[in-house]
């Protein structure tokens, strides 16, 4: 991406091992985030622009000598963020914060909306996976990037327990997967906020009871009247606008809890006296997908979840720029790229 | 309290039950409140003022014909806010938020800076002090009506546990007891921010381990410099101006949690971007005394802590005036009252 709305498919130097600790994947499977979207709408002009992407799955094509636990031809999936998953940040489960990790696509590290990827700190990043390269459930591990992981990190932080209320503010991707998340945490009421049509009936799908379509006093007034004028326990933001944070704040029970998952294009948050005497509490953030993969695997395996669902575009990498402005223009809800 | 600055001690008609959940209880020891100090700064001119004092033991005088558990001459506390102890959100712990609580002092509800009271919900509200009324312990049983009870609340919703590290913005009375709650959930490292020297030094009695007596950026950087750099996992905010918010997430570790007790005098909470990334935390608020009482009482009964050491001055009631002035004035850390 070189500005907004100028995305390009280059050819670049191929990736080769430049530390120990590093793999070379060759992607077979990736995606656009709905995150990869604020910088396609604003991004100011760089003049030799920003690698893309950051969920993948893929084949290892060679190991550094220190990397233990995965051989060429290895599956793999690959968190949104690279990380060694031995310091006391990732043992905390906190990868986002690792001492050694970092970001695909920053200076130095290629990114995911491409044909292959030196992985840094392999051994702790990558996580095999146990199917075939054509399984018919590679949507659905793809997810394990980021965009279900994430879901999940809003739904767990959140305390979303059996009998909970829940409210789930966009129906964008990660909005959905959240929707499944407290399902399978054992929400009991999940209250979708969303206006496009199909993506709030794949929403029902997955778990949610409830669909507000209204925005702003509107949406918080309709979520009040479902809840007999309390809130839900918990409310998982899913946009990362000023406004949708308000709709969160103004939704949730007293003693409740916001997760936010939308990357935050506010600088502050309106939580003052009232917020306080209601002990409203405010979590959430970047999720440590690698700490979920193990968990949440199983239950795509086993066909308890299909977050794979999330994806209604499939495209060649060499489209990938319709890709974006699929997803922009509101047409495509999450576009996987075959390389 | 007339408007800022204006404390009168004047005769009202005597508390009588209104409702059969009432008790009336004639008060023994009060004080005054660090968050009194803020209607005390900046009230407007109220034509018949409100009533003060949200803190108090006495001993029951009469009950209501609904009151279960209580009789005349018992000897009780009340925590800061009254409540059924029954619905929803009192069996959540969330005694704060009652359906059919209320504040002291509130229209027609009288307040614990004088002789006599009554207590709506006299059931859900008083706890029993197995003491007499000329304990020694008065003081330290006292601070459960709130300070104790909400510096403990900052240490719970913080998540303190062995081997944390722990800021406590703030060295007032709350600051101090959020010290002493600390160190009673096991935190290893207790940080102490705060610029009046006999208060730091009560606060290492208490179990700060570093008192640092910069503020703002300068206090940010000190506390980092004890931490690897890395800031403490909580932090509890007893203050509640925008500086002290501000300190408070300036000095928590990635994954942390700021949990706020001091009465927010701001509309909002600077936790953008950055915030997100690191996955902070904001929690706490108005303390659900009532919820903490009984779990504290045996650790005061048994000398294993001694929060009554916040109290630096007694007076009787009619002082009460002067007591505000020299708590504003900082010649008092906290002021006990007797009638």
Redesign the interface.
């Known amino acids: 991406m070189y500005q907004a709305g100028d995305v390009r498919v280059e050819n670049v130097r191929d990736p080769a091992i430049e530390n120990s600790t590093d793999a070379i994947v060759r992607i077979t499977s990736a995606c656009i985030c709905g995150s990869d979207l604020w910088p396609y709408q604003s991004m100011p002009f760089k003049e030799n622009g920003r690698r893309m992407g950051h969920e993948f799955i893929g084949i290892v094509e060679e190991v550094g000598a220190e990397v233990l636990g995965f051989a060429p031809g290895d599956l793999v999936v690959a968190p949104f963020v690279w990380a060694d998953n031995t310091c006391d940040?990732c043992r905390?489960g906190?990868q986002?914060?690792c001492r050694h990790g970092g970001g695909w696509g920053a200076a130095g590290v290629d990114a995911g909306q491409g044909e292959a990827v030196r992985v840094p700190q392999a051994s702790g990043t990558l996580v095999k996976l146990p199917v075939a390269a054509d399984s018919a459930l590679m949507p659905s591990l793809l997810t394990l990037s980021d965009v279900l992981c994430t879901g999940h990190h809003g739904a767990v932080?959140a305390k979303v327990q059996p009998g909970h209320s829940v409210t789930v503010v966009g129906d964008g991707a990660v909005g959905l997967c959240a929707v499944l998340a407290a399902k399978r945490l054992g929400a009991d009421q999940i209250v979708l906020l969303g206006r496009h049509t199909d993506r709030t009936e794949l929403g029902r799908d997955f778990g949610a009871t409830d669909v507000v379509s209204a925005r702003g006093d509107e949406a918080i007034e309709q979520v009040r009247e479902l809840t007999r004028g309390d809130g839900t326990h918990a409310v998982i933001e899913c946009v990362g606008t000023e406004q949708s944070l308000a709709t969160a704040i103004g939704v949730v029970r007293?003693?409740g809890i916001v997760s936010?998952l939308g990357?935050?294009q506010?600088?502050?948050?309106?939580?003052?006296?009232d917020?306080?005497?209601?002990?409203?509490?405010?979590?959430?953030?970047?999720a440590?997908a690698r700490a979920y993969i193990e968990e949440l695997m199983p239950d795509i395996l086993d066909g308890r979840i299909e977050p794979g669902r999330v994806f209604d575009h499939t495209i060649g990498l060499d489209e990938t720029p319709d890709g974006y402005q699929a997803m922009a223009d509101r047409k495509a809800l999450k576009v996987l790229i075959r390389p």
């Open positions: 940040f905390e906190l986002t914060s932080t007293d003693g936010r990357v935050s506010y600088k502050s948050v309106p939580m003052g006296f917020t306080m005497m209601r002990n409203l509490t405010l979590t959430g953030g970047a440590p």
